[in-house]
C-alpha cells in the first residue's frame, strides 16, 4: 500500500475510507453492509453492462439520420450556361441574380454570379426560362433562354447510396473505438487497484 513504511502495519481506517477491496480487522466497509454492500455493488456492475449493451444495440439498429451532413454529388450533364458583361467588357462579378421558370413568379434558383461573370442552372422542365441580373448601380439584364424536352438535365443519384453507407460504417467504428477506449481505462483502473 502507497506510503506504508515497510514494518509498519497499515491504517486499517485509511483502507477503508479509499475503498480497499478486502476488509481489514477492525474496519467497517463503506456503508457499514458489509456483504450485502458487495453483492450491490456486482448488481450496479452488471446493470450498467446490460445498459452499454443496450445502447449499443440501439445505436446499431436506429435508422440513419443525416440531419447535419453536407454532402456533394458531382452531375454530369447539360446545364444552361449564361455569361454577363458590360459595354465595355467589363463583367458584372458577384451582382445578384435569380433564374424563372416558365409561368413562376417564385425564382426556381438565386444566389451571385460567379467569378467569370456567368449563371449556370439545370432547368427541370421545358420552357422558356429567364435569367435576371441586377446590379448595385442601378444596371440591369434579363435573358431568356427557350428550353426544349431533348436538352433537360436529369440528376443521376448514384454516389448517394455510398455516402450513407461510409457514414454509417464510420459511426459504427467510432462507437467501437470508443468502448475500447473504456474497457481499456477500466482493465487499466483494475490492475491498478489489484496491484
Known amino acids: 500500500m502507497a506510503g506504508v ?3 509498519t502495519a497499515p491504517n486499517p481506517a485509511a483502507r477503508c475510507r479509499l475503498g480497499g477491496r478486502a476488509p481489514l480487522s477492525g474496519c467497517e466497509p463503506i456503508g457499514g453492509q458489509g456483504g450485502a454492500g458487495a453483492q450491490r455493488s456486482a ?4 446493470s450498467r453492462g446490460l445498459a452499454v449493451a443496450l445502447a449499443l444495440t440501439v445505436s446499431i439498429l436506429a435508422p440513419p439520420a443525416s440531419g447535419h451532413a453536407l454532402l456533394h454529388q458531382v452531375l454530369e450533364g447539360d446545364a444552361v450556361l449564361v455569361r454577363f458583361h458590360f459595354s465595355d467588357g467589363d463583367r458584372p462579378y458577384f451582382e445578384t441574380y435569380q433564374v424563372l421558370g416558365p409561368d413562376d413568379a417564385r425564382p426556381f434558383q438565386t444566389g451571385r454570379i460567379n467569378a467569370l461573370g456567368e449563371v449556370s442552372f439545370r432547368p427541370n422542365r421545358p420552357g422558356r426560362w429567364k435569367v435576371i441580373v441586377a446590379t448595385e448601380d442601378g444596371h440591369g439584364a434579363e435573358a431568356r433562354i427557350d428550353v426544349d424536352p431533348g436538352s433537360l438535365a436529369v440528376a443521376d443519384p448514384g454516389g448517394a447510396g ?5 457514414r454509417l460504417s464510420a459511426g459504427v467504428g467510432y462507437l467501437l473505438g470508443a468502448f475500447g477506449i473504456v474497457a481499456l481505462w477500466r482493465l487499466q483502473r483494475a490492475r491498478r487497484s489489484r496491484g
Open 5 to 7: 513504511r515497510k514494518g
Open 162 to 166: 455510398l455516402a450513407q453507407a461510409a
Open 43 to 46: 448488481r450496479r456492475h452488471k
